[in-house]
């Protein structure tokens, strides 16, 4: 693939830029000590993943912060836990302290220089804010779950992004999608012909993010954003 063929790169925020795992497991974590659960963060962020798609699936005019209370109480009544208010209100407010991958500011910047950047992100807008000072960019353009109504895998993130990228003269040949969920990001994409770059972070492992329900192949795979970048770089204009 030529990496000097595309004119914007949309990406998933969670999972490919900030370190959702991790922000999940510091989140959850005083909520299984407290309640005496005994679960080690790889069992709470896979208690999560088992959750949160269908949570989002059956409320998708639900802002994020009420998608993360739904998917804490669906944990708790899978384990027999109690989850009460205020750990509800401890998860939903908890995104704003998801810290970005080491590599997420620099390589944006990095590649900012030679794309259109684009976030399709399964957040609301003011809870994205945060997420979005920590990764010090200024995306030229924002499609948020708030935005579509709906959650990916859901198609709107990509028919609404790819329609603001033309209307800025860019066509759907010259967007590239950039992401680690095979799952919310890869199959949806593949399946309207876009153009997609696996930032396989987990090495395969799931994690957070469930299996795809159809064999995907991306069209380029790397082991962080910064590896991507880099070949930014070496690819000649």
Known sequence: MDLSSFDALTFDCYGTLIDWESGIAAALRPWSERRGLGLDDGALVALFSRHESAVQEARPDALYPEILAGVLDRMAAEIGAEADAADRAAFSGSVADWPPFADSAAALAQLHKHYKLAVLSNIDRETFRPSNDRLGVAFDLIVTAQDVGSYKPALNHFHVGIAELAAMGIPQDRVLHV?????????????????????NRQAGQDGATPPPPVDVTPDLEFPTLQAFADAVEATPE
Request: net charge neutral; charged share 10%.
């Open 179 to 199: 992401a680690q969920s095979l799952f919310h990001d890869h199959v949806p994409a593949k399946s309207l012909g876009l153009a997609t770059v696996w930032i």
